[in-house]
């Protein structure tokens, strides 16, 4: 599978929900106590992010 989300561990220990494309780190979250957490946040992006709007801030 070219994409996947994976859950880590950080440096100081809490729990990160990452993306991964081709291998290639995308994007991460915020760093969470229980790895719970980090399984909510991947299911909130999987629910909520099709239908996100595309916003530009470029100053």
Do not use: R
């Not at 995308?26 to 719970?36: D, I, L, Q, V």
């Not at 980090?38 to 239908?51: H, M, Y």
Request: glycine share 6%; charged share 25%; hydrophobic share 40%.
């Amino acid at each position: 599978m070219a994409h996947k989300f994976v859950i880590k561990k950080n440096k100081a220990g809490e729990f990160v929900a990452q993306f991964k494309y081709n291998s290639e780190l995308m994007f991460w979250t915020e760093g969470y106590s229980s790895k719970a957490s980090a399984v909510n946040a991947i299911e909130s992006i999987k629910k909520n992010g099709p239908a996100a709007p595309t916003e530009e801030e470029l100053d």
